[in-house]
Nanobody, 123 residues
Framework: QVQLVESGGGLVQPGESLRLSCAASGDIFSIQAMGWYRQAPGKQRELVAVITADGGTNYADSLKGRFTISRDNTKNTVYLQMDNLKPEDTAVYYC?????????????????WGQGTRVTVSS
């Protein structure tokens, strides 16, 4: 089993930045890809970005250039740097981890999920 704990969410104004962290524990050697998804009220969960163990990344097209995913394998932690935040970025952000190869975008292909951290962008 793998446990994922997110942190770093909060309330920010438009144009500001936040960095989310997700720390993995447990059977961490089984983890290949890790990533971030988000879910806004009344909407489906959607891809933000995913990253493989060797640093390969996959982003939602609409977020490229503003969001950056990174991973520190020595700390079993994945980060999401979010810049120039907009009100439409308001959502609960979930960390996910996968045991299989690759960094697919479908959330159903991820085996473990964190509890989520809320990000609110509002003036």
């Amino acid at each position: 089993q793998v446990q994922l704990v997110e942190s770093g969410g909060g309330l920010v104004q438009p144009g500001e930045s936040l960095r989310l962290s997700c720390a993995a524990s447990g059977d961490i050697f089984s983890i290949q890809a890790m990533g971030w998804y988000r879910q806004a009220p009344g909407k489906q969960r959607e891809l933000v970005a995913v990253i493989t163990a060797d640093g390969g990344t996959n982003y939602a097209d609409s977020l490229k250039g503003r969001f950056t995913i990174s991973r520190d394998n020595t700390k079993n932690t994945v980060y999401l740097q979010m810049d120039n935040l907009k009100p439409e970025d308001t959502a609960v952000y979930y960390c996910a981890a996968r045991q299989g190869p690759g960094a697919p975008t479908l959330p159903t292909l991820y085996d473990y999920w964190g509890q989520g951290t809320r990000v609110t962008v509002s003036s």
